[in-house]
T-cell receptor
Framework: KAGVTQTPRYLIKTRGQQVTLSCSPI?????VSWYQQTPGQGLQFLFE???????NKGNFPGRFSGRQFSNSRSEMNVSTLELGDSALYLC??????????????FGPGTRLTVL | QKEVEQNSGPLSVPEGAIASLNCTYS??????FFWYRQYSGKSPELIMF????GDKEDGRFTAQLNKASQYVSLLIRDSQPSDSATYLC?????????????FGQGTRLTINP
């Protein structure tokens, strides 16, 4: 089975721009979560989508948003980019909630650099 | 604020020895526990998950869970240089019906040949 895929793998943007990242989960997985990883803060939860609904959101400003499509693919958007948004953005998918299905599998990530 | 604590290391272990990685968590209601390995520049890769108190073994890896002490550990037997990586402990926060992993800062492990 193909793993989680993320596009693009690398992005360079300037402050004030916006960016959209894409994630395709493992086939059959319906939950998609997004995380931000930085050297200082580690891995932090952004939000989770299940059946096209955002079920929870981490402690990030409203500039960070996302959505999920009917085929479970997900996108996240960051508007008005700031230097501090430079990070590795990771998408993880899981089958459904509960028990072993909680296990999340990560994609390769998108490395965003804001200049 | 639910928290997961790990010793950031670096932890240096000779090749062939046992590496022991530890993690504590603050939410007594946590039910699912995960260990991920992350090589530099790569994304986290799942090593093991554990839900019940006690030990769970998978090859050279053993996860140990003690819910009373809110403690999770990972043992790596016969450590190899390829085990050199950062090991992330994660706990599921299922509040509000959502699925979210809370990660520790990670322990950097170096296996010395």
């Amino acid at each position: 089975k193909a793993g989680v895929t993320q596009t693009p793998r690398y992005l360079i943007k300037t402050r004030g721009q916006q960016v959209t990242l894409s994630c395709s989960p493992i086939s059959g997985h319906r939950s998609v979560s997004w995380y931000q990883q930085t050297p200082g803060q580690g891995l932090q939860f952004l939000f989770e989508y299940f059946s096209e609904t955002q079920r929870n959101k981490g402690n990030f400003p409203g500039r960070f948003s996302g959505r999920q499509f009917s085929n479970s693919r997900s996108e996240m958007n960051v508007s008005t980019l700031e230097l501090g948004d430079s990070a590795l953005y990771l998408c993880a998918s899981s089958l459904v909630s509960g028990g072993a299905a909680d296990t999340q599998y990560f994609g390769p990530g998108t490395r965003l650099t804001v200049l | 604020q639910k928290e997961v604590e790990q010793n950031s290391g670096p932890l240096s272990v000779p090749e062939g020895a046992i590496a022991s990685l530890n993690c504590t968590y603050s939410d007594r209601g946590s039910q699912s526990f995960f260990w991920y390995r992350q090589y530099s520049g790569k994304s986290p890769e799942l090593i093991m998950f554990i839900y019940s108190n006690g030990d769970k073994e998978d090859g050279r890896f053993t996860a140990q869970l003690n819910k009373a002490s809110q403690y999770v550990s990972l043992l790596i037997r016969d450590s190899q240089p390829s085990d050199s990586a950062t090991y992330l402990c994660a706990v599921t926060d299922r509040g509000q019906g959502a699925q979210k992993l809370v990660f520790g800062q990670g322990t950097r492990l170096t296996i010395n040949p």
